[in-house]
Every structure is written in C-alpha cells, then in structure tokens.
C-alpha cells in the first residue's frame, strides 16, 4: 500500500471551449491536481484538433487531443427503424472539455488543428511524409495561475 508521501501527483488543467465554426472561446479554466496520462502516448502527428500549453515563448510542453470537438456532421436516426440510420453536414457548434497537463512554466493554452500538409485546407496535391503535420492555431489564451 502507498503513503499519501508516494502518491503520484502533478499539475493540470481542466478546460471548457465552446466553438462556433473555427471561433473558439475558452469558457472555464480550473486546476487540477491530478496526472495525466497518456497525452504523449502517441509521438505521430495525426491530423485534427488538439489543445497545447505552452511557456511564455510560444513553445509546446504538452498537447492533448480535442476529442469530439468540432464535429461537421450528426447522425439522423428515421421514424422507421427499418430504414438506415444516415449522416448529414452540420454547422460546427458546440462544446468540449479536455484535462491538461500544466507545468509550472506554462502561461497559455492554445488551441490548434492539425493538417496534413498538401491537403485541401493548403491546396496541394502531393502525400505528406509521413508523421508531419502543419498546426494551424485557432485561437491562443492567458492560462490562470
């Protein structure tokens, strides 16, 4: 069994967006002392949407991923429930929370998505090499300390 002494702690952030499109608000910060695991369980960039904290020189020192954020799409289930379920294009709104880590050089949260480079958003044509990304920061806020 483990003492309080040697439980493992450590600094984070719980954080609450609301979106409408790509304009994000930052609604809620509290702290949190909790450790998070996991967010750097995957070294690859992936495209979509991520959550960072950074130090006051814009550097990133954790980045979680924005599940479920910025959805562009719902489920439409029918009066028959003989017929398919069917996905339709929705405007992106609405909410999302992510837990942090937030170590003390941290001073903001930004928060950015990620796409491959040549795809659409950037007009080219060619595959991306593979693990490369191009963050695209949707908007950038003071973290309370």
Known sequence: MTSPEQTPTGQAVRLIFEYEGESVTLVAQQPVDTVVSGFDAHPDVRPGHFVEARDEDGHGLARVAARGAFQQSAEVFPENHS???????????????????????????AVLRVDRPGSQAFGGTTSPPPGTGVDVDLATFRLER
């Open 83 to 109: 017929e398919p379920i069917t996905r339709v294009d929705v405007a992106a709104r609405g909410a999302f929370t992510v837990l942090l880590p937030a170590p003390p050089e941290a001073t903001e949260v």
